[in-house]
């Protein structure tokens, strides 16, 4: 079983920065391809960025890109989401997700992640 703890969330204005955190323990290894997805008001739940640090690849929704960065430290078996450059349109319930299977190459669709965490609020404002 693996676990996922998003934190870092929080109320910021546009234009401003935020770090966001999933902790990942359990059975979980770096050859996991790990992602962020968000869920607005209303919105189906879209992806945000993916990371498969045991290939170095990563994969951005193009109106993030730029202004968002997914890393991952395996040593502390975290996967971060430095978001910079805030607009309104990107609050949402931001969450932190393992793909089903390891090695695999990144993909976008929500249903090839099997286990999520809880989410972490994001709130812009104008």
């Known amino acids: 079983q693996v676990q996922l703890v998003e934190s870092g969330g929080g109320l910021v204005q546009a234009g401003g920065s935020l770090r966001l955190s999933c902790a990942a323990s359990?059975?979980?290894?770096?050859?996991?391809?790990m992602a962020w997805f968000r869920q607005a008001p209303g919105k189906e739940r879209e992806f945000v960025a993916a990371i498969n640090w045991a290939v170095g690849s990563t994969n951005y929704l193009d109106s993030v890109k730029g202004r968002f960065a997914i890393s991952r430290d395996n040593a502390k078996n975290t996967v971060y989401l430095q978001m910079n450059s805030l607009n309104p349109e990107d609050t949402a319930l931001y969450y932190c997700a393992q793909k089903s299977t390891p090695w695999g190459r990144i993909t976008r669709d929500r249903y090839d992640y099997d286990t999520w965490g809880q989410g972490t609020q994001v709130t812009v404002s104008s």
């Open positions: 359990g059975r979980t290894s770096s050859t996991y391809p």
